[in-house]
Each structure stands twice: as structure tokens, then as C-alpha cells.
């Protein structure tokens, strides 16, 4: 027992003697926070009480860098009554000074080893309804609701809606605390959330191409759809206009829905006359083709298919250069409005973009052409009548007004007061059909047309590159 117990003191000696420096460096160094104690992160050596009150206050009066988006503006703490609770950190710190802390802290020191670190969170007080109405005021004069697009008239273009944006008051109400008892930064970035503009709708489009078809000195209509949505405009697009060459997109569609498999050299040749130049024999080649070696027969039977294909106004009362009788029709009924139409071959912008319609949707494997003539027209016929077409060299009209690449195909027609086209064009955020016609009294010059056409073409084409972009 004896031995135990001197065995004992001789720890206890020892220890004294390996804890003797530690314990006079804890003395030295102890201040109004204890040694292996910390406040907010910060360590304050063998500061008195008076000297950590002076420093958490300097350091939490600091003001707040704040930012809402790219706004920088200034928030004081005292704005918000904010003040540092010293008397509750100094009592909790003091009372981390229990034996089993000074010992781990002695006992760290003597081996040389980090101690660890206990460390007291920032007590503060602050007025919360300050802080509310601070945010509410910034929210008041920072926050917008989005904006629209707009129809910019004199510029021909549709300026692109704005974003809006809102503060979102709790996440930038904790933002704003953790920042004010955070000693490492004063920077603070409030929590903004950014709507969206409304959606740019065809309504702004067609108020754009309404005002351009105005500035035009005669009789304009126009035609667009939208083929993966649907979407359409329709202006002065069921008046009556000489269908002219544009027939002939008619034409050919119905001759590959005669023919059975590839044309052969001769129906080949006369097609990509038909399509790629005047080609006015060549289409009449090819009505008699239609009607088994006749004609007129050909302009029976085209008549008829447009019939079925719900096409009330297009039509053809004989083969071109000739005359045939009289067809009235809804679009040339009309007494409101007239563009003294060839009485022989007429159509309508709408009715002409339709049958451009039926053949992109019948390359795409749907559409109302299969519907009608599932067994007699494939789609295989027609991605081929988009290659014919695609020969026309003409590109004035509609496709001036498109970028340079842009995969479009179109047919055109003219006469001396009056000239009409009609395309599919891949836009940026899939094909659409575009069917314009023009008619002035007395004289319509090439020209002019083209510009009126390339222009409109690039408004419709702005438009689209716009939706995309917002995507």
C-alpha cells in the first residue's frame, strides 16, 4: 500500500513538473476569454474584459456591402438597432473555464500539440421590424415587374421582352444576419429571383407584317403557318389573286400522285422545266399528262383533287394561254375588295400556302395530302416534289429576305400588275410556310415586289429567331 501510494505522488510530481510551464504560460495569457476559447471565430489572447467589448463592437459596427443584382448599397448596423450582446459571450465564455478544459488545453501545450478549440457564437440583438422595412423599402424601389416585347413600327422589328426581378425577403433577410455576425466579410448578396418575360406571341408578328403591308400601294395578302404548331396569320389571305406560275406547284403535285413510282427522263424533264423556268408548255404537258393525254381532261381532274383537298378557290378553267369558262368562288364573290384576277386561274394566299403546307407535312410522313391519297401519293414523292422545286434559280421575292444558307424552296408567278410566291422555309425553330401575293393596279414592277416580299420574308424570319432565342 505504502508502494501505491508513493508510486502516486512520484505521477503526481512528474506531471506537476511537465505541466508547470503550461500552467504559468495559461496564467500569463489569460485574459476576460479563457486560453482555447474563441467568440464568432475570433481569439483574443490575454485581453481584459474592457478590450474585447471594444473590439467586438468595432469589428460588428463595420458597415454591410450590399448587393441586389449589380445595386451596391450601404446598410449600417446601427440602422437596425444591432448590438453585440458582450455581457452574455463573456459569461458564456468564463464558463467554459471548467478543470476537465484547462486541463486538455495545459495538456496540449506541454505535448506540443493543437488544442482544441471551443468556440462561442456572436450573441447580438437587433430590431427585426427595422430589418423588414429596410428590405421592404429596397424590394419597393428595386424590384420590377417584366416587360413584354414590344412592335417597334419605324424600325420594322419586335424588341425583345425584359426580365423581371424580385428580392425574395426571407433568404435575403438570413443573408443580411449571417453576414452582420460573420467578422470575415461584410459582403452580402441579397437573394434576387429573375422572371420571365412574357412569351413573344404571333399577335406582335402579325401587328408588324400589317403595318408593312400597308406601306404597299395596291392590294397585299399574305399567308403563314407555323407547321409544328400551327400557327398562322392570315391577312387579306382569302382574296382572289391570278394564281399564275404558282399553279404549277399544283400541277406537279397532282402529276406525282398520278404517276406510279420514280417519273421517267421525258416527265422528269418537263417537271424541272415546269419548276425552274416559265415553263408554260411544259405545264401544259403535264395537265395533259394528269388527264391521259388530254388537256383539258388534265384541268378536270386537277380541279377535282383540289376539290377534295377542301381548296374552294383554286382553280384552273383551262389549260394556260386559253380560256374556259367562268367559276365563281367565295374569294372572287366578294365585293369588298379585288384584285382583278386572271377569270381563269386563280387562287388565294391562304389556299396557295396550304397545298405548300400539305407537301412539307407529306415529306414529313403526315399531313392532310396522305390523308386523302394515302394509297395513291407517298412520301417518298413528295421529298422528291421538294428537290424539283428546289431547282428554281429565282432568289428575289420571298427567299431575299432569308440569310444566305437558309434551306428554302419556293414557286413564283407573275403578271404585269400582279406577283405572287409561295415557300417553305427551315426556320429556327422548324418549317414554315409563307404565301404572299401583291397586286397594283396598272404596273407592278419586279423590283419593287421583291423588296416588299424580301421584306416581309425577314420579318417573319426575325420573329422566329427571336421565339428561339427564348427557348
Given at each position: 500500500m505504502r508502494k501505491l501510494i508513493l508510486l502516486s505522488l512520484a505521477v503526481l510530481l512528474?506531471?506537476?513538473?511537465?505541466?508547470?510551464?503550461?500552467?504559468?504560460?495559461y496564467l500569463n495569457t489569460r485574459?476576460?476569454?479563457?486560453?482555447?476559447?474563441?467568440?464568432?471565430?475570433?481569439?483574443?489572447?490575454?485581453?481584459?474584459?474592457?478590450?474585447?467589448?471594444?473590439?467586438?463592437?468595432?469589428?460588428?459596427?463595420?458597415?454591410?456591402?450590399?448587393?441586389?443584382?449589380?445595386?451596391?448599397?450601404?446598410?449600417?448596423?446601427?440602422?437596425?438597432?444591432?448590438?453585440?450582446?458582450?455581457?452574455?459571450?463573456?459569461a458564456e465564455a468564463q464558463a467554459l473555464e471548467t478543470p476537465g478544459h484547462l486541463l486538455r488545453v495545459w495538456l496540449a501545450d506541454a505535448l506540443h500539440r493543437p488544442a482544441v478549440v471551443v468556440n462561442v457564437p456572436l450573441r447580438y440583438r437587433f430590431d427585426a421590424e427595422r430589418l423588414d422595412d429596410w428590405l421592404n423599402d429596397l424590394a419597393a424601389r428595386l424590384d420590377r415587374a417584366p416587360l413584354p416585347a414590344q412592335v417597334i413600327?419605324?424600325?420594322?422589328?419586335?424588341?425583345?421582352?425584359?426580365?423581371?426581378?424580385?428580392?425574395?425577403?426571407?433568404?435575403?433577410?438570413?443573408?443580411?444576419?449571417?453576414?452582420?455576425?460573420?467578422?470575415h466579410t461584410r459582403t452580402v448578396n441579397l437573394a434576387v429571383r429573375e422572371t420571365a418575360p412574357p412569351a413573344v406571341t404571333m399577335a406582335l408578328l402579325e401587328e408588324l407584317l400589317q403595318a408593312r403591308l400597308d406601306r404597299f400601294p395596291g392590294v397585299a395578302g399574305l399567308f403563314l403557318r407555323h407547321i409544328p404548331t400551327g400557327e398562322e396569320i392570315a391577312l387579306n389571305a382569302d382574296v382572289a389573286y391570278s394564281a399564275m406560275g404558282t399553279m404549277k406547284l399544283a400541277i406537279v403535285q397532282e402529276v406525282l400522285r398520278k404517276l406510279d413510282g420514280t417519273p421517267d427522263l421525258r416527265t422528269s424533264m418537263l417537271i424541272s422545266q415546269t419548276v425552274s423556268m416559265a415553263g408554260i408548255?411544259?405545264?401544259?404537258?403535264?395537265?395533259?399528262?394528269?388527264?391521259?393525254?388530254?388537256?383539258?381532261?388534265?384541268?378536270?381532274?386537277?380541279?377535282?383533287?383540289?376539290?377534295?383537298?377542301?381548296?374552294?378557290?383554286?382553280?384552273?378553267?383551262?389549260?394556260?394561254?386559253?380560256?374556259?369558262?367562268?367559276?365563281?368562288?367565295?374569294?372572287?364573290?366578294r365585293t369588298d375588295i379585288t384584285t382583278r384576277p386572271d377569270p381563269f386561274i386563280q387562287t388565294t394566299p391562304r389556299e396557295m400556302g396550304?397545298?405548300?403546307?400539305?407537301?412539307?407535312?407529306?415529306?414529313?410522313?403526315?399531313g392532310a395530302l396522305l390523308a386523302a391519297y394515302r394509297d395513291e401519293i407517298t412520301?417518298?414523292?413528295c421529298e422528291m416534289l421538294l428537290t424539283y422545286l428546289a431547282l428554281n434559280p429565282v432568289t428575289d421575292l420571298i427567299v431575299s429576305g432569308?440569310?444566305?444558307?437558309?434551306?428554302?424552296?419556293?414557286?413564283?408567278?407573275?403578271?404585269?400588275?400582279?406577283?405572287?410566291?409561295?415557300?417553305?422555309?427551315?426556320?429556327?425553330?422548324?418549317p414554315y410556310v409563307l404565301a404572299i401575293f401583291l397586286y397594283r393596279p396598272g404596273w407592278l414592277e419586279w423590283n419593287?415586289?421583291?423588296?416588299?416580299?424580301?421584306?416581309?420574308?425577314?420579318i417573319v424570319w426575325d420573329y422566329f429567331m427571336l421565339t428561339a432565342s427564348q427557348q
Open positions: 512528474i506531471c506537476a513538473i511537465l505541466l508547470a510551464p503550461s500552467y504559468l504560460r485574459g476576460a476569454i479563457p486560453p482555447g476559447v474563441r467568440v464568432a471565430g475570433l481569439e483574443f489572447g490575454s485581453a481584459d474584459a474592457n478590450a474585447v467589448v471594444a473590439a467586438l463592437n468595432r469589428q460588428f459596427s463595420e458597415p454591410l456591402i450590399v448587393y441586389y443584382a449589380d445595386q451596391r448599397i450601404l446598410l449600417r448596423p446601427q440602422m437596425l438597432a444591432f448590438e453585440v450582446d458582450v455581457s452574455a459571450i463573456l413600327l419605324e424600325r420594322g422589328m419586335i424588341v425583345p421582352g425584359q426580365a423581371g426581378r424580385q428580392l425574395d425577403l426571407p433568404v435575403s433577410r438570413e443573408r443580411i444576419l449571417a453576414t452582420l455576425s460573420n467578422p408548255a411544259s405545264a401544259n404537258e403535264l395537265l395533259a399528262l394528269i388527264g391521259d393525254g388530254d388537256t383539258d381532261q388534265g384541268v378536270v381532274a386537277l380541279n377535282r383533287s383540289l376539290s377534295r383537298l377542301g381548296l374552294k378557290n383554286t382553280f384552273m378553267a383551262a389549260p394556260y394561254e386559253r380560256v374556259g369558262p367562268l367559276i365563281r368562288t367565295p374569294a372572287n364573290s396550304i397545298v405548300m403546307q400539305m407537301v412539307v407535312e407529306c415529306s414529313r410522313g403526315g412520301q417518298a414523292e432569308l440569310p444566305q444558307g437558309t434551306r428554302a424552296i419556293h414557286r413564283h408567278g407573275y403578271t404585269s400588275d400582279t406577283e405572287g410566291d409561295v415557300a417553305a422555309i427551315w426556320g429556327p425553330t422548324g419593287f415586289a421583291s423588296e416588299t416580299m424580301g421584306a416581309l420574308s425577314k
